[in-house]
């Protein structure tokens, strides 16, 4: 009786919480994927933040010094 409500339910839900778990997997790796460019992206940011930065110092210098 109880395995036959267990076999009913899982051939109702089976389906259905077969393609979740496939899906929410998907939806792991895609972020994965993601998350690392989004990680590229700042570290070249980053960098390009740091070469203004000097260069906007020594402009504030250059500026110092003609004043």
Do not use: C
């Amino acid at each position: 009786m109880v395995e036959e409500n267990l076999i009913a339910i899982f051939q109702g839900q089976g389906p259905w919480a077969l393609l979740f778990v496939v899906l929410f997997m998907w939806n792991l790796r895609e972020n994965k994927q993601r998350e690392g460019r989004l990680i590229d992206v700042i570290d070249r940011l980053s960098e390009k933040y740091d070469e203004m930065a000097v260069d906007l110092h020594d402009i504030k210098e250059t500026l110092k010094k003609t004043a």
